[in-house]
Structure formats: C-alpha cells, structure tokens
C-alpha cells in the first residue's frame, strides 16, 4: 500500500493508520508526485492553503490517487475556535488552535473550516464521503478539536 501524508506531522499519523504501507511525505501539494497511491492523509495542513486555492488544491490530491483510493483530512474545528471566542473562560490553545504557531514557514492558518465545508469541498474534489466526525486533539497540553473527513475516490 502506498500513502501520500501531506504535512509536518502527518507520516508518524499516517504510520499509526497504515502500519505496514510506503509513506511518501510532502508539506505541499504533490506537485510530480505519481498518481499511483492507494491513500493520501492532509494532517493539518489544509488550514495553511489560501481558502481560495482549497478546491484546486484538494483536486490535485484527489488526482495522486488510484481510483478507488481514500482520502482522509484532519484539520483544526472553526466550530470549536467559535466557541471558544465566545467562551467567557477560553482555552489557552485557541490562538494557535486558529492561527498556527506563526513561528515558521508552514505554521500560519490562511483558512478554517467547519465539517460542513470539508464535506461540501470533498464532494466537489470528486470524494464520496464515507466518514465525518470531530475528535480530540493536542496542543502543547491544552486539548482542542479537529474534524476528520475520509472518503473515497469516485
């Protein structure tokens, strides 16, 4: 099994989903990558994209995949950051949680997302929806929440 994990934490993620699979890693677009793989994992890296560039974007990762191929996205909840912004008792994370780390090339947020969105944006990408949940989440030691989507490859 091949797998195409797209950002800095994704290939230690995707090696706890697919134990035994090749894991090409990228933070960018696979851009000349083959389009040979059986998944592609984005752990948290979609936020970093210009929501304007998200379709093409999510096209392109599409596009890396066999047909029939799985698609999964993990990025932060805006739901979750609204929540917290109304919060009269916020999490410490919800900056980072929205933003990024800001502290280096890749750790700053350019666009946030709702489940609702990443569905919608899978579906346009060509991606059968097959699982859409929200989850839990670290950072530093402040937990925080994330949206996963998977589907699949129409």
């Not at 797209?6 to 706890?16: D, K, L, T, Y």
């Not at 699979?21 to 936020?47: H, Q």
């Not at 919608?120 to 925080?144: D, K, P, Q, R």
């Amino acid at each position: 099994m091949r797998v195409l994990a797209i950002g800095e934490n994704a290939p230690a993620f995707a090696r706890e989903i697919w134990e035994e699979a090749e894991i090409d890693a990228t933070t960018t677009i696979p851009g000349g990558k083959r389009k040979d793989y059986d998944a592609v994992l984005s752990y948290m890296n979609l936020p970093q994209i210009p929501f304007r560039e998200t379709l093409p974007t999510v096209k392109a990762w599409v596009e890396a995949l066999k047909p029939g191929g799985e698609l999964t996205i993990l990025c932060p909840s805006l739901e979750w950051a609204a929540l917290q912004i109304l919060s009269p008792e916020r999490n410490p994370a919800l900056i980072l949680h929205l933003f990024g780390t800001q502290d280096k090339p890749g750790h700053y947020h350019a666009s946030g997302y709702t489940l609702l969105d990443l569905r919608a944006l899978c579906s346009m990408a060509g991606v059968a929806v097959t699982h859409a949940a929200t989850g839990e989440y670290n950072i530093n030691e402040h937990a925080c929440e994330m949206h996963t989507v998977r589907g699949v490859k129409k």
